[in-house]
């Protein structure tokens, strides 16, 4: 994939990415039903994959041109793991709770992910 093509992709997930962080799910009532709670757990997954994007664009614009294409292919194999490794973690559930585990799960290991991002970022002193 060329640069353009990758600076468009990303340019239109971080635009994504922060219109998710700006509305919070209309419908989430930690207190209500299953499908309130499945909206709850999107909008959270939402919201930590709109800081993850925002911490992944800044990330990649510190590198080098050199440093860019081994870091997006770091991200784009984290990415293609990522479900997967949540379908087989949350295999013995059923039903809605299934659901709100593998959300659940994405939520966690896009945290974990959004925690080591954050660590690679130079500091402001």
């Known amino acids: 994939m060329n640069t353009c093509r990758l ?8 635009s994504t990415a922060a219109l ?8 989430c009532d930690r207190q209500g039903s299953e499908a309130q709670l499945a909206a709850c757990a999107a909008g959270d997954l939402a919201l930590a994959e ?4 925002d911490v992944y664009g800044r990330r ?3 590198l080098s041109a050199a440093q860019r294409p081994a870091f ?6 984290w990415q293609s793991d990522r479900a997967p490794r949540c379908a087989d973690a949350t295999r013995g559930f059923q039903g809605a709770m ?10 966690s290991v896009t945290l974990l992910r959004l925690d080591d991002l954050q660590r690679q970022l130079p500091r402001r002193d």
Do not use: F, G
């Open 60 to 62: 990649l614009a510190a």
């Open 72 to 77: 997006e292919q770091l991200q784009q194999l």
């Open 20 to 27: 998710a962080a700006e509305q919070p799910p209309a419908d």
């Open 50 to 53: 709109a800081r993850l994007a």
């Open 7 to 14: 600076s468009a992709l990303l340019a239109l997930l971080l």
């Open 98 to 107: 299934q659901q709100l585990q593998y959300l659940s799960c994405l939520k």
